[in-house]
């Protein structure tokens, strides 16, 4: 298989700040419509589980107008396609258009898989005179095989940007319920392949489903900001905000962050790489953590 050739430039700048991700049904004309107004870092327009098979066609058809509404203030447009291949095909014909930033691949399972879909992104890009690389690709990893390949799916190809976990799917794969103990090691084997391969690893453990407890999704988004992740996919609008708050900084968190650096600046004049700091020492790891703090924090 020869990958094609992605502009580099074009490929990098793109990085977005996906604190959250909201699905919506590509099918269903109300739930579009409003999709810009839930404060979600990008929507998600889904072709795939959500929308019967039916209505598939006329969700393709529809998915250029779509694709304008959902980015009407600015969010990231992404597009999930199918993993069968006539549908994948008709979803990518459909799909590679004008304002999408990304596509969501369901069930990936291989680097091959990644380089002949972003071969055929490459096409389309090239026959309908867009912008060549622009169009990045999420990965869901959703079955026990998908894990013995992640370092090969994290860097198949240019246009990779972020991987997840699919824990409902990946769950039933394995025969089971997606509960903290089945899920913790998989979420961790992709946030560690993405980190390694400079992707964005997206997720928390537990399940996607988890919509009436907020007190409880809440903590489990904060768990896994705290484990590494930069942000998780929402099934339902009121996961949004939670994500949101979770996957950024808090005031405190600020707070230590600016602590730490002007107390790394001190001591530096005193030609000191480690100090002591409310009672805790700090090296350069913490140093470079607080800076990333605030780094976020400037992009909220």
Known sequence: MIKDTVPAVESATFVPRWRSLLFVPAHVPRFVEAAHERGADGVILDLEDSVPQDQKAESRRQLPESVAKVGRKGASVLVRVNRGLRALVADLDAAVVAGVDALVLPKTD?????????????????ERDLVQGRIRFLAQIETPAAL??????????????????????????????????????????????????????????????????TDKLRETAAHARRLGFAGALAIHPTQVAIFNEAFSPSAQ?????????AA????????????????????PPVVRRAHDTLALAGRN
Do not use: C, Y
């Open 110 to 126: 291989s680097a091959e898989s990644v380089l002949e879909i972003a071969n055929a992104v490459l096409e389309l890009e090239r």
């Open 148 to 213: 013995q390949r992640l370092a090969a799916i994290a860097s198949a190809h240019p246009r990779m940007l972020a991987m997840a976990l699919g824990p409902e799917d990946f769950s039933a794969a394995v025969g089971g319920t997606p509960e903290f103990d089945l899920l913790l090691t998989p979420n961790l084997s992709v946030l560690f392949a993405a980190r390694a391969a400079g992707l964005l690893p997206l997720g928390f453990v537990g399940s996607i489903g988890e919509v009436t407890d």
């Open 264 to 283: 790394e600046n001190d001591a530096a004049a005193r030609g000191l790489s480690a100090f002591p700091l409310n009672g805790k020492m700090v090296d």
């Open 253 to 261: 968190e600020i707070k230590w962050a600016r602590d730490v650096i």
